[in-house]
């Protein structure tokens, strides 16, 4: 736009403009004389005759240039602030289901862990209570040999809680902790109470 009108006006409309100083018409001249004059007109007139010169010439042009400059730039910069904003509040709502997920992974993996810990809890009991009763057991094996009928009472109902609690620790060894998917088993809920059942009847044996 700059170079366009100072071509028009230096050439164009060179044979109609004359130089406020000279009175001569701007189409006649040439080099930097053409220049200064072309630039001079724009700017208003010479400073001599009143008018900004050169510099104001230049202002001009610049000011042809500079205006359309800011306003595209202007508008540039608001398309991509307006993205900028944009994605501000998508990676909001992204950080926002992060922390959701990531708050539900916690709740998870407390639950897990507390899961886990009720289990070896439950198996350090049992595992107090299997210790006398397999040492019993051993004893009464070497002193009586290996026929159950050779067994008092007392010696077989130790061997049968024995038993018992072999299988009941082997059944919780048994449950998994997690599902496929990663989520808790429920099934451990049931081994922790039928275990936690199982010890109170042998407190009030």
């Known amino acids: 736009m700059a170079?366009?009108?100072?071509?028009?006006?230096?050439?164009?409309?060179?044979?109609?403009?004359?130089?406020?100083?000279?009175?001569?018409?701007?189409g006649t001249l040439s080099g930097a004389a053409a220049t200064k004059a072309t630039l001079a007109w724009l700017g208003g007139g010479a400073l001599s005759a009143g008018g900004l010169g050169m510099a104001g010439g230049m202002a001009v042009?610049?000011?042809?240039?500079?205006?359309?400059?800011?306003?595209?730039?202007g508008?540039?910069?608001?398309?991509?602030?307006?993205?900028?904003?944009?994605?501000?509040y998508s990676n909001q709502d992204k950080a926002k289901a992060f922390k959701a997920q990531a708050r539900n992974i916690?709740?998870?993996?407390?639950?897990?862990?507390?899961?886990?810990n009720q289990i070896t809890?439950?198996?350090?009991?049992?595992?107090?209570?299997?210790?006398?009763h397999v040492a019993k057991m051993k004893e009464t094996v070497a002193?009586?040999?290996?026929?159950?009928?050779?067994y008092s009472q007392k010696e077989?109902?130790?061997i049968y809680q024995c038993v018992q609690l072999a299988l009941l620790i082997k059944s919780i060894l048994d449950t998994s902790l997690l599902r496929e998917n990663g989520e808790l088993d429920e099934a451990t809920n049931q081994v922790l109470?039928?275990?936690?059942?199982?010890?109170?009847?042998?407190n009030a044996q």
Not at 3 to 24: D, H, P
Not at 61 to 73: E, N, S
Not at 106 to 115: G, N, P, Q, V
Request: proline share 2%; charged share 15%.
């Open 3 to 26: 170079f366009g009108t100072y071509s028009v006006v230096k050439t164009g409309l060179g044979g109609l403009i004359v130089t406020a100083t000279t009175k001569t018409a701007l």
């Open 61 to 73: 042009l610049g000011g042809l240039v500079v205006g359309p400059a800011l306003a595209v730039g």
């Open 75 to 88: 508008a540039i910069l608001s398309s991509q602030s307006k993205k900028a904003l944009n994605d501000a």
């Open 106 to 116: 916690a709740i998870a993996l407390k639950s897990i862990y507390t899961r886990a």
């Open 121 to 132: 809890q439950l198996l350090q009991k049992l595992d107090r209570y299997l210790i006398p």
């Open 143 to 150: 002193t009586k040999g290996q026929d159950w009928n050779n």
């Open 156 to 158: 077989q109902e130790n």
């Open 193 to 202: 109470e039928q275990g936690n059942q199982y010890i109170k009847m042998l």
